[in-house]
């Protein structure tokens, strides 16, 4: 039986039409991914099948018993509690089981019982605990949180941030299990690797039905099987992930239109033939009247709203920005230890690692809004650089989309161009009647599409983006990825987006934790490929390394041993080891640098080999480091 089944739903606010007769039907175990143009009612959709909101008019159809829940963009917790606890709250199910498994087991020790249908009740809880993840629930509490991010689980989350809060509410989700989830937009606030993890988990673990409102189209295409779009008030279904949604969506248009031509040429003839028939009119002369009639009353097809993007870049030197280097710290850590990063035009560099890595804060020490611990930057004399913010905090929410975009301008110039704000505007989707809407009733995307007009405004030749993908629909990544590449604008990215990185990304700035951050030259696939292919090299590296004898130090450890200093062959070996150290952590720094420099790249430079030489010093490093170490313990415990 169904878990919902939905139809002809209805759902406007104010004057605001958004569903107008939307139908969706989820079978248990389904997973359907659900895309639509910002504002279409993707997530009024979810709403209402969750019961978080009711629809004007049509039917909801909820099996009984099934448990449903709702990830919202922004979720509403406890923000006294622990991570912890509030992943707890999401047990409730599997409590319920355990407490009827266990009263049924109490039960059977009453000689007097229907012991059948006791064995039967047992029967069932015990099968629904194992569904809900089986008897041990703290270990899988831990593994979810871990696995998004979380590691402070034991203090108030009132000092978290607004991404790591919706992480918390998605472990809560995903601990609980119910039979249908409806995910708001899952990967906002995810890095990419969390999100790896979170599509493997939805795939192999999960064992429910999944709605994922999401704009993340490697996610779905691995985890969909179903596409619903929500266009025109109403839910289009296609079979298959995202690839597959396009090509059947391509050809439900091309139909459309096939059928519109076909209307269009049955009038012309038909008008034709009416103004020449004979004033007497026969019956099958009144027929073929009233069938004009008819298709001339036929509404047209609506034409599909389309964003269109292009970027003032203006002129620049070759370098528009450098680093050399440059260290970055907070209070109590460094976020960037030494890196040196040329930036030259049509550089597309998308930066990728964990929350709270440092990405922004290498955006902010760009601008000049958060100082070097030491190094330098330079930004190039003609450059003139555009930056994208995540919070969108330039937005004014009391106003509206066309006072936020022009301002007191009754004109916009864009490349030479003079262009009426309103055709402005509706390049980002937003028609005469939207402009006019204030821009805080809007849904997350709509904003972030007004920052993106408003970015766009200015002539820049390199931007910052931070985080631009959050939000938006794949229509407007479409057309921002078009732009980028299209109008060869020069960039630095960071996004958790592995789809955008792949189509943009000329290379990438990987933060890989402890100060170090790595420049590899492709796009993200080939990021992962150099990546898996360094840490390979690494191991090897690290097990073809001598091992230090252990013989002697266990020796030296026995009852009754008396301890040694060191041999005048170890002391010549521990005085010269700091050089040694030196040089080998020296030589990983040239070749990081080297890494980092676009001429390596332009020559054809072996990737691979300068990856396997990074990992043999670092790895030549570590055991000298390690040697250094074992002898001065054993010099320290002599004297």
Known sequence: MSIVAAHGLQKGYGNHIVLRSAD??????????????????KSTLGKLLAGVETPDGGTIARRRGARIEYLEQVPQLDTSMTAEQLVMQGLTAWSDAVARHTEASSALADPN?????????????ADEVERLGGWDQSHRVHAVLNNLGISQRDVPVKSFSGGELRRVALARLLVSRPDLAILDEPTNHLDAETVEWLEQHLIEEFPGAVLLITHDRYLLDNVAQRTVEVADGEAFSYDGGYERYLEQKAERLSLA?????NRQNFLRREIEWLRRMPKARTTKQQARIDRAESAIAAPKPKQEQKVSLELDVSRAGKTLLELRDASVEIPGRTLIEKLTLFVVQGDRIGIVGPNGAGKTTLFRAILGDHPLASGTVNVGKNTKVAYFDQKRSGLDDSKSIWDNVTGDQSRIELGGEVIDPRSYLERFAFDSHKQRQPVGSLSGGERARVALA?????????VL???????????TLGAVESMLVDFGVTALIVTHDRYFL???????????????????PGNYDTFRRLRAEAREARKAAAKAAPVAAAAPAAA???PGSKKKALSNAEERELSSLPDKIDRAEQLAASITTKMGDPATYAGGGDIAALNRELAAARAEADKLTARWEELEAKKSAAT
């Open 454 to 462: 408003r970015l766009l405004r200015q002539s820049a030749n390199l």
């Open 24 to 41: 969706l039907i989820m079978e248990p175990g389904e997973r359907v991914g659900v895309v639509g143009l910002n504002g279409a009612g």
């Open 502 to 520: 792949d189509r943009v990304a000329t290379s990438i700035l990987a933060f890989e934790g402890d100060g170090q951050v790595i420049h590899y």
């Open 113 to 125: 019982a229907d012991h059948e249908r006791l064995l039967e009740d047992q029967s069932r809880a």
């Open 556 to 558: 030296s450890q026995r």
């Open 465 to 475: 983006f931070d985080e631009p993908t959050n939000d938006l629909d794949v229509a």
């Open 257 to 261: 239109a096939r059928t519109e031509q």
